[in-house]
């Protein structure tokens, strides 16, 4: 095989090494590691209601416990099965929401969007603008081809989000007899 040949197949392979980690900043936000330190923060995001409201997840229950989440999404990324990002403000270290891609597939180079953002802050294109930094890193650093997001079909503001990002309804849906799908609709975006 022609060396040219090998370079580009290696050019459009999936990249996964998180190390270092991969921080990202914007005009108005900062994508960085999750720590122990936002474990208040965590907490206080994935035990409100609103956030809550379309998800079939039990809330944080204590500081312990949002500690051992953030341990275990850390040790996702330091093994390169998923990379997760805090979302706060440049000059605060305040956890507002968080973004990441997970369950990735090498075998087809697709993986899963999730977002989360307390509420205090909706409304502001702040996922907006951390949405679109997400997408530009998966398709052009991991080498995606396909993205995809999971979300209620009630939750009117991340499906305007995705379709305001490209993203359409994926027409052969989801499992809703699996956990955690009742109510659940697909949206993909494809690497053009």
């Known amino acids: 095989m022609p060396m040219l040949t090998i370079l580009k197949r290696l050019g459009n392979m999936l990249q996964l090494d998180f190390k270092p980690f991969p921080e990202i900043s914007t005009a108005r936000l900062r994508l960085r590691q999750l720590g122990l330190e936002d474990a208040q923060g965590l907490s206080a995001l994935r035990s ?9 997840r039990p809330k944080i229950q204590s500081i312990e416990e949002a500690r051992q989440i953030i341990q275990s999404l850390n040790q996702g990324v330091a093994n390169n099965s998923w990379i997760f990002w805090a979302i706060t403000y440049p000059d605060s270290d305040q956890l507002i929401g ?8 090498k075998k087809t180079s697709t993986a899963d969007i999730g977002y989360e953002l307390h509420p205090d802050y909706q ?17 052009n650093k991991m080498k995606l081809k396909k993205l995809q997001a999971f979300t ?18 994926d027409p052969q849906g989801v499992d809703e007899a699996e956990p955690g799908m009742k109510g659940m609709v697909v949206y993909s975006l494809l690497m053009c």
């Open 48 to 56: 409100h209601e609103k956030v809550n409201q379309y998800l079939d």
């Open 98 to 105: 968080t973004i990441c891609i997970w369950n990735i597939s």
């Open 123 to 139: 409304g502001k294109g702040i996922m907006q603008e951390a949405l679109q930094e997400i997408l530009n890193y998966g398709f």
């Open 152 to 169: 209620h079909k009630n939750n009117a503001k991340s499906l305007q989000l995705l379709i305001k990002n490209g993203f359409t309804e």
